[in-house]
């Protein structure tokens, strides 16, 4: 995150951190990304997040990458569901959205507290220009290996309009994605940042409007980050999370 601040203890209760690990090792698994926890055995990231090949864990409750914390839960993912249209270009990525199960037990994965919280699944669209959160452990201005400690920052949505032309990102970007930021620069997602939350209030509650997907670098004038529009594929989510979902 470029232009945060720190988080607060259960500020941001559906982030998750997505990590990562060769096959069958007994090496560390590393954060590769974000992710959203929007019910108690599913995590909502973006699709090229998705690793082959690679033993998947996720934690959340927590704010520190490097220390353990009591309010920490880590979970093993048990599969991992690719948006079947998924597909990434030189200049974009379609459909940028994956969703993965935990393992549990009768249904139950993470324990629901103080710091582990889903997330709400949006209901139709929101006005451009609304401020809107987004969060990660990402690059930021001052580390390129990205922040131990949570981080957010406020982004206002941006039209499809503005984003669509020519100096922004024009053809690049479709229906199923949207921009948020400053124009200006400066506030923005980065790299590690991907596929975690962009929520905005609906309603006083807090809905998970996008999942960081891409972006012409971090932070500049007139590149604002692109999400994944989480709107577009609520009726995949349920369809793939169906009988556990309510
Ligand atoms: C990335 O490389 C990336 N500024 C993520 C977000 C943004 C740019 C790049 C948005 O994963």
Not at 26 to 44: D, E, M, R, T
Not at 210 to 215: D, H, N, Q
Request: charged share 15%; with cysteine; proline share 5%.
């Amino acid at each position: 995150i470029f232009g945060g601040l720190k988080v607060a203890p259960g500020a941001i209760p559906w982030q998750v951190s997505v990590q990562v690990r060769p096959e069958n090792t007994s090496q560390p698994f590393s954060h590769i990304c974000g992710g959203v926890l929007i019910a108690s055995c599913w995590v909502l990231t973006a699709g090229h997040c998705i690793e082959q090949r690679k033993d998947m864990q996720v934690v959340m409750g927590g704010l520190s990458l490097d220390m353990p914390e009591h309010t920490e839960q880590t979970l093993r993912v048990e599969q991992a569901i690719l948006h079947e249209n998924y597909k990434e270009t030189p200049a974009s990525v379609f459909n940028d959205i994956a969703l993965l199960r935990l393992s549990g037990t009768n249904g139950v994965c993470a324990i629901e507290s103080q710091f582990v919280k889903a997330a709400c699944l949006p209901d139709g669209q929101l006005p451009d220009g609304m401020e809107c959160t987004i969060s990660g452990w990402g690059i930021t201005e001052d580390s390129q290996h990205g922040s131990n400690h949570l981080l957010k920052a406020n982004v206002l949505l941006i039209s499809q309009e503005k984003c669509t032309e020519p100096g922004v990102y024009g053809k690049n970007l479709d229906h199923t994605m949207f921009c948020a930021g400053h124009l200006q620069g400066g506030v923005d997602s980065c790299q590690g940042d991907s596929g975690g939350p962009l929520t905005c209030k609906q309603n006083d509650t807090s809905v998970v409007y996008g999942l960081v997907s891409w972006g012409d670098q971090c932070g500049r004038k007139n590149k604002p980050g692109v999400y994944t529009r989480v709107s577009q594929f609520v009726n995949w989510i349920k369809a793939k999370t169906q009988a556990t979902f309510p």
